[in-house]
């Protein structure tokens, strides 16, 4: 387990790190089922400049949904939030096919949820049951392009997105029959999900490498219990790491003013920029 306490370097003075705006791309707008059987999902799709093929991600938002708030009733490639825009051209211009996928404007719920709205949340939305067969619809769609290495795709998510990612990668994972690295996700990253659902089951273990990035100031999820579950699934030999960011808050990543103008937010924004793209390097492109 791990606790960052680097010293703060300013997002604005790293543009090795963040993509530059005149080089960010809007992404295609795709289409593809879920494994549900019954929904046919939008997805947006950020593409390497380079001739493939390339590794790719799976990007899964959290309870706010794909779009900006700023945009309401719009809901296109163009409204998607800052934080989408940057990480898919971040992994775009990294060498990387991510496609975002959008849960919950094709289920009616474009706007996403409030804070606090767990308990309210219909079950056609469920990050548990239902959107890790939209994930493993996107993995579908991604193996059928001859622009990735079908079996070099991993998956990304954020706060609801991330608890999603917590059910996609376990070995009771809803639509995979034989849960490994080569029938599913061969790495993922949780971003301050919340893992009470996990915690709470004795059989819960992640079958591919997972890291699982917290913030120490969270309001809307518990960082402590993550680390519990970290610890726990290390102890059942489980490929997990674990690093909770001090002094950050939920949602650390949105490179917008409001949240980097907080120190704590810069700096974990930063690390988990480095932090990212070893991992997936390290298991997507041996």
């Given at each position: 387990m791990q606790r960052?306490?680097?010293?703060?370097?300013?997002?604005?003075?790293?543009?090795?790190?963040?993509?530059?705006?005149?080089?960010?791309?809007?992404?295609?707008?795709?289409?593809?089922?879920?494994?549900?059987g019954k929904t046919q999902l939008t997805g947006y799709l950020y593409q390497p400049q380079a001739p493939g093929p390339h590794p790719a991600l799976v990007l899964l938002h959290g309870r706010s949904g794909a779009y900006s708030s700023l945009k309401r009733g719009t809901y296109t490639a163009e409204t998607l939030t800052l934080r989408h825009r940057m990480w898919g051209n971040f992994w775009a211009e990294?060498?990387?096919?991510?496609?975002?996928?959008?849960?919950?404007?094709?289920?009616?719920?474009?706007?996403?949820?409030?804070?606090?709205?767990?308990?309210?949340?219909?079950?056609?939305?469920?990050?548990?049951?239902?959107?890790?067969?939209?994930?493993?619809g996107a993995l579908d769609f991604l193996r059928a392009r001859g622009d990735v290495i079908?079996?070099?795709?991993?998956?990304?998510?954020?706060?609801?997105?991330?608890?999603?990612?917590?059910?996609?990668?376990?070995?009771?994972?809803?639509?995979l029959a034989d849960p490994t690295p080569a029938s599913g996700f061969r790495a993922a990253l949780a971003q301050y999900p919340s893992c009470r659902v996990q915690q709470r089951r004795g059989?819960?273990?992640?079958?591919?490498?997972?890291?699982?990035?917290?913030?120490?100031?969270?309001?809307?999820?518990?960082?402590?219990?993550?680390?519990?579950?970290?610890?726990?699934?290390?102890?059942?030999?489980?490929?997990?790491?674990?690093?909770?960011y001090e002094n950050a808050q939920h949602a650390y990543d949105d490179p917008g003013t409001t949240k980097q103008s907080r120190e704590g937010n810069r700096r974990a924004l930063e690390d988990t920029l480095r932090r990212a793209e070893a991992f997936f390097s390290r298991h997507l492109r041996f």
């Open positions: 960052w306490r680097g010293p703060a370097v300013f997002i604005a003075l790293c543009p090795g790190w963040l993509v530059p705006a005149h080089a960010a791309q809007v992404p295609e707008t795709v289409t593809f089922a879920s494994r549900d990294r060498g990387y096919v991510a496609l975002l996928v959008d849960s919950f404007g094709p289920r009616g719920y474009p706007e996403g949820f409030a804070l606090h709205s767990y308990q309210s949340r219909p079950p056609e939305v469920s990050e548990q049951t239902v959107r890790p067969l939209d994930a493993y079908r079996d070099r795709i991993g998956v990304h998510g954020w706060s609801n997105g991330g608890m999603t990612v917590l059910a996609a990668i376990g070995m009771n994972a809803p639509g059989d819960y273990r992640p079958y591919a490498p997972l890291l699982m990035l917290v913030a120490g100031d969270d309001d809307e999820v518990s960082p402590r219990i993550c680390q519990e579950l970290a610890s726990v699934l290390t102890t059942r030999g489980a490929a997990v790491e674990f690093v909770t």
